[in-house]
């Protein structure tokens, strides 16, 4: 079962993304995700597990994700 105090809630609005805590597992995201298409259909939004970060370049090409 999810944590609800754990999830960070965003609107169910096309575009926007929801951060499942990182002990969720993959089946339980995808019911997450076919719920919100239960209570808004056809919204077009993105189920993340884990914690979502901003990296800057320097550190994806340290990383080895070099940019073409």
């Known amino acids: 079962m999810i944590d609800l105090e754990r999830i960070r809630k965003h609107s169910p609005q096309d575009g926007d993304v929801f951060e499942l805590p990182a002990d ?9 995700a076919e719920a ?13 597990i884990g914690t ?16 073409q």
């Open 24 to 32: 969720t597992s993959p089946q339980l995201a995808g019911q997450f």
């Open 36 to 48: 919100l298409h239960v209570a808004v259909p056809g919204v077009r939004c993105l189920v993340l």
């Open 52 to 67: 979502v970060n901003q990296v800057d370049e320097a550190a994806m090409n340290l990383a080895g994700w070099y940019r």
